[in-house]
C-alpha cells in the first residue's frame, strides 16, 4: 500500500459541527419563508448529503435553492461557537505533514466556506489542496471531485486515503480508486459503514497515523 495523500472529509470527520449546520439551516430555511419541521436527530443522520437531497428526504423543495445558500452561508459563522475540532485533530494532521504526506479536503460545503473554516481552526495552512462544491464538478458519492484534487496537486487516486465519517466518503473513494478509511466517531454508526467495506475503520483520527505506518 503505497500512500502519498491523505484526503479528509470535514462535517464529522475534523469538526464536530451538527449543531452549527443544523441551527443555521433552520434560520436560513425560515428567512426564505420554510417553517417544515426537521427531526433533529433524523437531520444529524444526513449530514454529509447535498441540502436538496436531504430536503427532499424530508418531503420539501427550496423554490429559489441558490438564494438559500447565500443566506445560509452569510449566518453560518453566527453559529461557530456550537462547532470544534474532533480530539487529536491538530496533532494529528501536523504529524501526518511531519512525515512528508500530502493533505486535502473533500466537502460538499461551498469552496469558500470550506476555506473558511480551515482557517477559523487554524488548519489551513496545513492543507495542499481543497475540494468545496464547485460549480459543474459532481458531488460525492460521484469520483468527480476526488479525482479532480488529486489531479490539482498532481498525485494519483490509487495512492490516496479517503477519510470520512458517511458512505458518501466511502463510495467517493472507492469510485475514485483510493484506499478508504470510516471513522465511527462521526454522524454514522459503525454498522451502517461496515456495510460499505471501507479498507480501515477507526474510533479516532490518532489511529491514521499506524495505518499509514504500514504505507511503502
Excluded: W
Aim: aromatic letters at 12%.
Amino acid at each position: 500500500m503505497k500512500i502519498d495523500f491523505v484526503v479528509f472529509d470535514l462535517d464529522g470527520t475534523l469538526v464536530s459541527s451538527h449543531e452549527t449546520i443544523y441551527k443555521a439551516t433552520l434560520h436560513a430555511l425560515k428567512e426564505v419563508g420554510i417553517t417544515n419541521n426537521i427531526p433533529h436527530q433524523q437531520f444529524l443522520n444526513m449530514i454529509g448529503m447535498h441540502f436538496e437531497d436531504i430536503f427532499r428526504e424530508f418531503g420539501f423543495k427550496v423554490p429559489d435553492f441558490e438564494y438559500f445558500l447565500r443566506i445560509y452561508k452569510s449566518i453560518y459563522f453566527d453559529y461557530m461557537n456550537e462547532s470544534e475540532l474532533y480530539p487529536e485533530v491538530s496533532t494529528s494532521i501536523y504529524r501526518l505533514k511531519q512525515i512528508g504526506l500530502k493533505i486535502g479536503l473533500l466537502t460538499t460545503k461551498g469552496q469558500d466556506q470550506a476555506e473558511l473554516i480551515l482557517k477559523h481552526f487554524n488548519l489551513f495552512n496545513n492543507f495542499d489542496g481543497v475540494m468545496g462544491r464547485r460549480p459543474g464538478v459532481a458531488h460525492k458519492p460521484s469520483p468527480e471531485p476526488l479525482i479532480k484534487l488529486c489531479n490539482e496537486i498532481n498525485v494519483d487516486a490509487g495512492n490516496t486515503l479517503m477519510i470520512g465519517d458517511s458512505e458518501l466518503d466511502i463510495e467517493c473513494g472507492k469510485n475514485a480508486g483510493a484506499f478508504t478509511c470510516a471513522v465511527t466517531y462521526g454522524y454514522r454508526k459503525k454498522e451502517i459503514l461496515q456495510s460499505y467495506n471501507p479498507d480501515f475503520i477507526i474510533d479516532s483520527i490518532d489511529k491514521v497515523e499506524s495505518i499509514l505506518n504500514n504505507r511503502k
